[in-house]
């Protein structure tokens, strides 16, 4: 069904399949204090990280029609699971239909993008949800812009149900951080920068530094996604000004509010006001 969609500024959506992307929006909001924010996730639908190419897919364009109809004119797939299943089909073929004048941009190749001045052995690892990994899509963005580097991927399909269970300084989580460490660089003992690729990894920070070796780099998204907003807005005034100016934030569930609420906390570090919509 065809919708009629506000032309009018609007706040930047921000939108992940749950609480992941409030790493990312949390440094966007460092960066850019002056914009709008929509932060959307989609709680009840989580983890989409094990979920087919066709569900990610077709959840993650409910999702940005909402975020259209909510008044955004710019949507950050702040997900790497979505950005990896989602984001070229909805760049290609859906917003031609939609509204050809809205952006919507992803996550991996603003991660991808600094790989090549932070690697010295030419060769990377990826640490993401098993649909990032299947999805090829870090191999394939990274040879795009740097053919001679290698990577190698490993799912850590514990990682996202733990942080989200709040167990990110769990006792038991340390056996399954270990884990797909080891197995990502028995995979390439050459490696010596390891991207975690997906939006809630950054919780597991201390536990994830504990275990990797010295000597590689782990490298966050958060920043990076940050500074290449700055530098896409700064170089896209038309977009620019179709995004307001009040530093706001609101934020949008589709699980209970008080849930919400309480698991958002953690990531943010601060107590926050929700509102619960359907998709
Ligand atoms: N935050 C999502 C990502 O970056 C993963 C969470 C999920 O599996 O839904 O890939």
Redesign the pocket.
């Known amino acids: 069904m065809k919708q009629i969609l506000p032309s009018t500024p609007g706040p930047i959506g921000v939108f ?3 609480y ?2 409030l790493t990312i929006l949390s440094k966007i909001r460092e960066t850019l204090p002056q914009y709008d924010y929509i932060y959307l996730g989609d709680n009840a639908r ?5 979920r087919s190419f066709e569900v990610v897919y077709e959840f993650t364009l409910q999702a940005v029609i909402k975020l259209f109809g909510m008044g955004c004119q710019l949507v950050i797939l702040a ?4 950005s990896a299943k989602a984001l070229r089909s909805i760049q290609m073929n859906d917003l031609p239909r939609l509204d050809p004048t809205r952006r919507v941009l992803g ?1 991996i190749r603003p991660t991808v993008e600094c790989i090549g001045s932070i690697t010295r052995s030419r060769h990377v690892g990826v640490l ?2 098993a ?2 990994i299947k999805s090829e899509s870090y191999p394939l963005e990274v040879h795009k812009l740097f053919p001679d580097i290698k990577v190698s991927g490993e799912a850590c399909p514990l990682w ?1 149900p733990l942080v989200e269970n709040n167990e990110a300084q769990g006792d038991g989580t340390d056996y399954f951080v270990r884990k797909y460490i080891n197995e990502l660089l028995a995979k390439d003992r050459l490696i010596d920068t390891v991207i975690l ?4 990894f950054p919780l597991l920070l201390p536990k994830i530094q504990q275990y990797m070796p010295a000597g590689i780099t782990t490298v966050t998204q958060g920043e990076l996604v940050a500074d290449s907003l700055k530098d896409y807005l700064s170089r896209h005034p038309e977009i620019d000004k179709k995004c307001t100016k009040g530093g706001r934030c609101v934020y949008r569930t589709t699980e209970s509010e008080d849930k919400f609420t309480e698991s958002a906390s953690v990531f943010l570090n601060e107590s926050i006001k929700v509102e619960r919509i359907e998709l």
Request: aromatic letters at 4%; glycine letters at 24%.
């Open positions: 992940d399949s749950g992941g992307g989580a983890p989409y990280g094990t997900c790497n699971t979505a996550v993401a949800t649909g990032t996202v690729g997906c939006t809630h």
